[in-house]
């Protein structure tokens, strides 16, 4: 089954192409012949000529950043997006969410749903979509949630994964908790799930890990398409007997989204090194999997600094006390582990009752995938994709530093003029206090 990605604004259209080169690249290494063509069948359809093109939609109020995309595609010579797979206009969103999803969104809603056709009618059976943008801007953030509504109503069965990338902390756009604010609140209402990366995390991992000196973008969409495609490649799973997984999106759904109210995933990824110093490193299963358990359970990001103090609770303590703040609890985890010796990996420490919400079983709260196939140069790999109390803090400080713009009405008037009213902030801030106090209580 196929994915069709859709790719909006600057953000959703660089982080996509460096996705396509990862995925394109790790389905071309060595002779893996069902991996790769499982791969091929999910994101790329091939040409006569057996040239793959990437099963995608671009879509930006500004041509630039698509024209770039479409070039550096080219370029690499392995594989293109289609010749008429882009949507552009020449006058951008101005950071402006309600630009975006009021008068964007809607103007340009019959040449963009004849392009998502399009690339639906190529595919032979349909996964659902994946939606790549930022919160921060406005094409990404409004016309995003806007295209993101169109594909609810068109295709109500398909499953909708959003993936957004959270604005660094301390701004890019001045009103950019605004338009984080308004997305997530539509979003939660149209997505089956929301896979969430953080600049200020990613920025962290370039730094501390990969030893880049001048990070740039480029380096930090390299780095979550590299986490994303770890995700989203090919993998068994526990009743899969042997085939790869036919529908990615719909067992990632399946496997974390289990309850309406619980849609925010966070991805964390073991080992993260630069390239040049893979050949020299070698890693156990048993020892990545410690530290990426302690990352869960710590909430630590990266296996830098992770805090080892930390402990799950027992039963009784969490009676007592509201669980340390420390203490990362989880309503479900995916652990995805990718290369050599995969089978002997020990995952039996992720199913330990002490890190799940009471509510649910540890055997339904825990899945794994395994992949022999080692993953874009790393001979062992894992990967975890956590439905947890990991995006809270961010979330409230966002929702937080948001509200207080609001309450002294600062620029309000930007956001009326293009039809959205103070009753809409209000229904969003209201919707996302819900998720918080929803979080917030999967430790109790």
């Not at 308004?182 to 929301?194: E, G, R, V």
């Not at 590299?226 to 759904?253: C, F, I, K, M």
């Amino acid at each position: 089954m196929s994915v069709v990605t859709v790719q909006l604004g600057q953000c959703g259209n660089q982080v996509g192409q460096e996705l396509f080169d990862i995925l394109c690249s790790d389905a071309q290494v060595g002779q893996r012949k069902t991996y790769s063509s499982a791969s091929w069948e999910r994101f790329f359809l091939q040409t006569t000529h057996g040239d793959p093109v990437a099963r995608a939609v671009l879509i930006d109020m500004e041509p630039k950043v698509i024209n770039q995309s479409l070039t550096k595609a080219a370029k690499s010579g392995r594989w293109r997006y289609g010749d008429s797979s882009y949507f552009s206009q020449k006058q951008g969103s101005g950071n402006n969410w309600a630009n975006g999803y009021c008068v964007h969104g809607p103007r340009h809603r019959q040449a963009v749903e004849e392009l998502v056709r399009r690339e639906v009618e190529r595919c032979d059976r349909l996964a659902g979509f994946m939606a790549i943008m930022s919160v921060a801007g406005g094409t990404g953030s409004g016309v995003g949630t806007y295209v993101t509504q169109c594909l609810r109503d068109i295709y109500p069965k398909s499953f909708i994964l959003n993936h957004l990338t959270w604005p660094y902390g301390t701004g890019e756009v001045i009103v950019q908790n605004y338009n984080s604010v308004l997305t997530l609140a539509h979003l939660y209402q149209l997505s089956d799930a929301i896979l969430v990366h953080e600049n200020d995390t990613v920025h962290r991992i370039c730094s501390q890990l990969l030893n880049i000196k001048h990070i740039s973008f480029n380096d930090v969409n390299r780095v979550i398409a590299h986490q994303l495609g770890s995700v989203l490649q090919p993998a068994l799973t526990a009743d899969s007997n042997g085939v790869y997984s036919r529908n990615p999106l719909g067992e990632l759904v399946n496997s974390l989204a289990c309850h309406p109210e619980y849609k925010l995933l966070s991805v964390c990824t073991i080992p993260q090194m630069p390239s040049s110093s893979i050949a020299y490193s070698t890693f156990s299963w048993p020892g990545l999997l410690k530290h990426l358990r302690q990352m869960l359970i710590s909430n630590a990001k990266m296996e830098e600094g992770i805090d080892w103090q930390v402990r799950p609770l027992a039963g009784s303590e969490r009676t007592r006390s509201i669980t340390a703040p420390s203490f990362n609890t989880s309503l479900a985890n995916l652990l995805i582990l990718r290369g050599k010796d995969v089978y002997s990996a020990e995952t039996g420490g992720f199913e330990d009752p002490a890190l799940y919400t009471s509510w649910l079983s540890s055997g339904e709260a825990f899945n794994s995938w395994k992949s022999p196939v080692p993953f874009n140069k790393y001979e062992k790999s894992a990967t975890l994709v956590s439905n947890s109390q990991a995006l809270l803090k961010p979330l409230d400080n966002m929702v937080g530093k948001a509200w207080n713009m609001f309450a002294s009405r600062a620029y309000i008037h930007q956001y009326t003029k293009f039809g959205i009213s103070e009753e809409d902030f209000l229904d969003s801030f209201t919707s996302l206090e819900q998720v918080i106090s929803s979080y917030s209580q999967l430790s109790s």
